[in-house]
């Protein structure tokens, strides 16, 4: 295949939504129908039942939570597809964030009896300012929902865009006969002891008016169907695939991911609407897919993707070009040349070495610390992409060793997944105790338990009063070392040695921005 044809089959998406709405149950699903597992897991995982494919940490099947993106690709109808399945838990939405920056279009998924939520809100936002593609599911009909028009309505008003529906539930809760998928004018009706495998019946129906729609569903839902689906041409307009494209326009799906009522749907108009790589915007220019030469850019480091080789694992978006194994790369953050003999393609937590790579894959690569989130690897051309969000921490806390015995251990675990991008490190000027900053609470959980789980190192956490963190840099070095002498107490050092002024109150942080005009006082430490 040309690389232009590699390119147009090629499908990379997140599935994003607010917690609990059956996000991960529906990229499960999506791998099912796809053909990449035989059998769907749970996402809360007991000894009998299968957990999650995406949910592959220990701590994610304990709590029935995605709290890492995880990657998984397969092949559906000749087109590659990438899926990357983030965390909806707004404690980890840095991880969801990053990840929208590395596909070309993304599926929200909507709890058909809740509605569009907070956090719903918020990643929409996210892909707004980016223009991405969104298609909607709505889930969950198997259980009682909300009216589908006024859930369409609220996904207008609240997501503030455009819908067309281009399926239609027959009814929901105990009622829930099915789907009717308007884009290809067919039926599909599930029974739901068929939930785990993809096995599932469709009735080709071209006419609503055929009376073989009654024999299917009974007379009354057909009648409810007919006048449903005539009132849905009547008041939306026809799909406009390039508004969708544009960003303008949400096609809408509903159905019941963990019965399988509407996946397959969704699937199949995915594939045959939603864009291929796209291009990517840099410092300096936007970087076309279809250009001969190498680029990509790191969105995500994890640590202990096998716990048994303490390994780290960069993920890698390629944008342009043709990734080859064990070919000389430019990393332009640190100016080495740098090839990978074992680039990895991922399934979750399984690895396969690959030996090409085209725009819109992810390729993990094997890192010993050298990597950071928004590297860029080219042929030689010295770019950085951008758009790739940083945090400022919110929540502040020491952590202390719980094992003296294990002090080595608990330093490497520190280190490694402070890479990740979760969390940050401080290092007090003062006493030099170390300090763990983070975006929402339960990171600190994740942290405890995956030093204890993954790294064999104890750890506990203990309060300080810090309001927010500031890196600071100046022309002026002696106004700057007169502010670091003068803040002595709430003065710090990060990761990379880069100094943070750890204020205790927005009065003092406003105190200091008024009474040293030289300095500027960064909220994010991605100034550099």
């Known amino acids: 295949m040309t690389l232009q044809e590699e390119i147009t089959r090629r499908r990379t998406f997140a599935v994003i939504a607010h917690p609990d709405a059956g996000k991960t149950t529906l990229t499960e699903k999506l791998l099912l129908f796809g053909g990449a597992i035989h059998v769907a897991g749970a996402v809360k995982s007991n000894k009998i039942k299968k957990g999650a494919t995406s949910d592959f940490m220990e701590i994610e099947r304990q709590r029935g939570i995605s709290v890492a993106t995880s990657v998984m690709g397969f092949e559906y109808k000749g087109c ?43 990643l929409m936002e996210v892909c707004r300012m980016r223009s991405t593609p969104v298609i909607v599911f709505i889930n969950k009909l198997d259980r009682p929902s909300k009216e589908p028009f006024d859930l369409l309505d609220e996904v207008e008003k609240e997501l503030q865009i455009r819908v ?19 884009y ?37 839902f057909a009648k409810q169907l007919r006048d449903d689906v005539e009132l849905v041409e009547g008041v939306y307009d026809e799909f406009d695939h390039e508004a969708y494209l544009r960003g303008e326009l949400a096609p809408v799906f509903f159905g019941s991911a963990v019965n399988n009522f509407g996946v397959r749907e969704l699937l199949d108009c995915f594939v045959r609407i939603a864009p291929s790589p796209q291009p990517a915007p840099t410092e300096t220019r936007t970087v076309a897919a279809n250009e001969a030469k190498m680029t990509g850019f790191v969105f995500k480091i994890h640590a202990n993707m096998d716990p048994n080789h303490r390994d780290r694992i960069a993920f890698m978006k390629i944008c342009s070009g043709i990734f080859e194994r064990n070919k000389n790369y430019l990393h332009v953050r640190s100016g080495k040349q740098m090839k990978f003999s074992s680039p990895t393609a991922f399934m979750a937590e399984k ?25 860029t690897f080219t042929e030689g051309e010295k770019l950085r992409f951008t758009g790739i969000p940083s945090f400022a921490p919110e929540q502040f806390r020491y952590i202390e060793n719980a094992d003296p015995m294990k002090f080595k251990q608990l330093a490497k675990g520190i280190d490694q997944l402070m890479d990740e991008g979760v969390a940050q490190l401080f290092t007090s000027s003062l006493n030099g105790r170390k300090i763990i900053g983070t975006v929402g609470a339960l990171q600190f959980e994740v942290i405890q338990y995956r030093l204890e789980h993954e790294y064999n190192a104890s750890c506990r956490w203990e309060p300080i009063s810090i309001y927010k963190a500031c890196w600071i840099e100046s022309d002026n070095k002696a106004q700057l070392d007169d502010f670091k002498r003068r803040k002595h107490t709430n003065m710090a050092v990060d990761k990379h040695g880069r100094d943070v002024f750890l204020a205790d109150t927005s009065y003092s942080l406003a105190l200091a921005q008024e009474n040293f005009k030289d300095i500027k006082f960064h909220f994010t430490s991605e100034f550099f």
Do not use: C, M, W
């Open 351 to 375: 690895k396969s070495v690959i030996d090409f790579a085209y725009p819109g894959d992810i390729v993990g690569l094997h890192d010993t610390g050298n990597f950071k989130i928004g590297d």
């Open 80 to 122: 590659k597809i990438n899926i990357l399945d983030t965390p909806g838990h707004e404690d980890f939405a840095e991880d969801t964030y990053r990840t929208l920056t590395a596909v070309d279009s993304v599926i929200i998924v909507i709890d058909g009896a809740k509605g569009v939520e907070k956090q719903t809100r918020k």
């Open 164 to 182: 067309r529906p281009l399926a239609f539930p027959i009814s929901n809760g105990p009622t829930f006969k099915g789907v009717y998928n308007l």
């Open 184 to 220: 290809e004018k067919r039926l599909s009706l599930f029974t739901s002891d068929e939930k785990l495998t993809a096995s599932a019946s469709t009735v080709e129906i071209d006419d609503l008016s055929s009376s073989s729609l009654d024999e299917h569903i009974g007379a009354q």
